[in-house]
């Protein structure tokens, strides 16, 4: 692999953890202090999520019906969704209504990070559901393509998270991020070619690929074909703040 790192969806492999989760790590080492992960749980199975105290992290849910509760709260899934929990303050508790599948994305808490957490951020725990996420326009993107931001900058840390969604023929122009390390996961129904430099691939339900930072990338949705993923981003942490 070059530029484009990537994974595809059968060559994943799951091991059954102690809370009964099967879990896959998705290219490791790509970043420090970041793990990626894919996550599946049995449809009838109740389970209590991961949480930390010095790791942010992210659960998107991208397939499946579930709901979650917390403490004193209760989150229905019926739709791709984000969930964040209240880092290690609170039990959080997943249960299966249907087969789920979710991403689960964390990152070490840097000593700015800590400081800007100390300073600011979003309320916990947060859900939102795909169909609540604002949308938004830039201008390489045509007005067939639908971008959602599903976590803003700076709401946990250096984290950041949105989806593309729509129907080919179309493309949308290359542009690069100069602080930001990209990750992205196929969801269901989405086939469409991604390129980044001078290199593609075709990434599909269930793939995922990698770029560094400060690299032109663009995708082409063929006729007949759609292309819908999830992104998640991390700042370069010495740029992260300023």
């Known amino acids: 692999m ?12 799951f091991e059954t953890l102690p809370n009964g989760v099967k879990r896959a790590e998705m290219l490791p080492g790509m970043v420090d202090g970041v793990h990626t992960y894919k996550c599946q749980v049995k449809a009838g199975d109740t389970m209590e999520l991961e949480v930390f105290g ?4 992210l659960i998107y849910i991208t397939s499946g019906e579930c709901y979650i509760t917390t403490r004193d709260k209760a989150f229905m899934v019926t739709e791709p969704s984000l969930f964040i929990p209240n880092m290690d303050l609170e039990k959080n508790v997943l249960h299966a209504v249907t087969d789920v599948e979710y991403l689960q994305l964390t990152c070490e ?3 700015m990070d800590k400081e800007w957490w100390g300073k600011w951020h979003i309320s916990l725990p947060r859900f939102c559901p795909l169909s609540q996420c604002i949308q938004y326009t830039e201008g390489f993107r045509p007005e067939g393509i639908k ?7 700076h709401w946990i840390t250096r984290m950041t998270m949105g989806a593309i969604i729509g129907k080919g023929p179309n493309k949308a122009d290359p542009h690069r991020h100069e602080d930001l390390y990209q990750w992205y996961y196929g969801m269901p129904g989405t086939k469409f070619i991604y390129r980044a430099g001078d290199e593609e691939m075709e990434l599909s339900e269930g793939d995922f690929a990698f770029i560094p930072i400060n690299i032109d990338h663009a995708i082409e949705i063929k006729e007949n074909e759609n292309v819908n993923y999830v992104w998640f981003e991390i700042a370069v942490p010495e740029l992260a703040y300023k």
């Open 2 to 13: 070059g530029i484009i790192k990537y994974q595809k969806k059968e060559d994943m492999t």
């Open 54 to 57: 010095d790791i942010t992290q």
């Open 147 to 153: 971008a959602y931001s599903i976590l803003d900058t």
């Open 109 to 111: 808490m840097l000593p």
